[in-house]
């Protein structure tokens, strides 16, 4: 059907990005304003598990991970998860606190513990818009009651453009209230959060208390 699209097909499109290590989103770093939720705004991160979903290189899963906080950084691609792993271990970071796992987000078996925290980043936006109900019902079922959500939310939409290009694809404020206001309450937004220089005005970062 028009509009949709099979994910099996589409999850090529990832495998293919890393086989040829075409990955013009990762910027090498933590992103800015995650840094800044938790080092300036002193956001009190939940103790436990936590996930990052299209985890890539797992700067962030890396950034979050503490003796209180082990991190999965999880990705379609063995080869992002075999790239993360090394960087992890040349940054002398212990699996104790991170590890890289090769999974499909919507269906790998969640732990009964389930998980504390999850951060979702140029991932939400890569999934086909026909995906994105299918997103927020997962988040709901891997995230136990008052478990966060950071979801900083990229590329947003500032006119009316074809937004069923991507992608990424592009996005608003609305869209994620759309697929998370069932199973979720918006406790943090920061419109003005510091980013990446080359993505001003296009970005907001939300926390997300799953009820």
Not at 66 to 87: N, R
Not at 162 to 171: I, V
């Amino acid at each position: 059907a028009s509009g949709t699209v099979a994910p099996d097909e589409y999850n090529q499109i990832w495998h293919n990005c890393w086989k040829t290590m075409t990955t013009k989103w990762d910027k090498g770093e933590v992103s800015p304003a995650l840094r800044e939720l938790v080092e300036e705004k002193q956001w009190k991160l939940p103790s436990g598990q936590g996930i990052v979903p299209g985890c890539g290189r797992g700067y962030d899963a890396m950034y979050l991970a503490s003796p209180s906080l082990h991190m999965v950084g999880a990705d379609l691609s063995p080869i992002a998860v075999e790239t993360a792993t090394k960087l992890r271990d040349e940054a002398g970071i212990s699996s104790d606190l991170v590890d890289f796992q090769t999974l499909d987000f919507f269906k790998f078996e969640v732990p009964e513990s389930k998980f504390q925290l999850a951060y979702d980043y140029t991932f939400f936006c890569a999934l086909h818009p026909s995906m994105r109900a299918s997103w927020g019902a997962r988040y709901a079922d891997v995230i136990s009651p008052g478990g966060q959500l950071i979801a900083l939310m990229y590329p947003l939409a500032k006119s009316d453009e074809d937004r069923n290009c991507g992608p990424p694809f592009l996005l608003s404020e609305a869209d994620y209230h759309k697929v998370l206001d069932d199973n979720f309450e918006l406790i943090h937004v920061d419109p003005k959060c510091k980013t990446h220089d080359t993505r001003v005005g296009e970005e907001i970062i939300t926390v997300w208390r799953r009820k």
